[in-house]
């Protein structure tokens, strides 16, 4: 049986090539990586991922519960709100939360506390605040990292 890819949602396949040294030996290390857009960005009210998978965020409502913003909003978190006040998120104030996937790989790399407090949050309770947007498998959200950059966020 052959893979369909128009219909499996692989949009495009990257491949990476690297060469590097270990004990006087070349070594090439190659990755593929295959970006889709069949990946739901998690909120209710988006209308491009409506039919895509759950969207669970923003089905209850946190109108009304911050004086700074008003109206349905969702928090984007980057890796050092995650790492330093993972505490917060325990609060049922904080709703519609998206954690994207090189903040959960940033995370996980640096505090493997953290790390589990948040897949417990995400995977093991399955808590509806709270969702993962696989950014770099998106073909609309993927960047191609820069060797000069480091990976902190």
């Known amino acids: 049986m052959e893979l369909n890819v128009k219909q499996s949602g ?6 990476f090539s690297t ?18 857009e069949d990946l739901s960005c998690g909120l209710h009210s988006c209308e491009t991922c409506a039919s895509l998978g759950l969207n669970n965020l923003g089905r209850n409502t946190n109108e009304g519960k911050n004086t700074v913003v008003f109206g349905n909003h969702a928090i984007i ?15 049922n104030l904080f709703t519609n939360i998206i954690i994207t996937q090189n903040v959960w790989e940033y995370v996980k790399q640096k505090s493997i506390t953290t790390y589990k407090k948040l897949n417990k949050f995400v995977y093991e309770d399955k808590d509806p605040r709270f969702a993962v947007f696989m950014s770099e498998f998106h073909h609309k959200t993927f960047v191609r990292q820069e060797i000069e950059l480091s990976d902190s966020l």
Do not use: G, P, Q
């Open 10 to 15: 692989i949009v495009d396949r990257l491949v």
């Open 19 to 36: 060469n590097f040294k270990i004990k006087n030996r070349c070594l090439r290390r190659t990755v593929e990586r295959y970006l889709r």
């Open 77 to 91: 978190v980057d890796a050092e709100v995650c790492l330093r006040f993972m505490d917060v998120f325990d609060s």
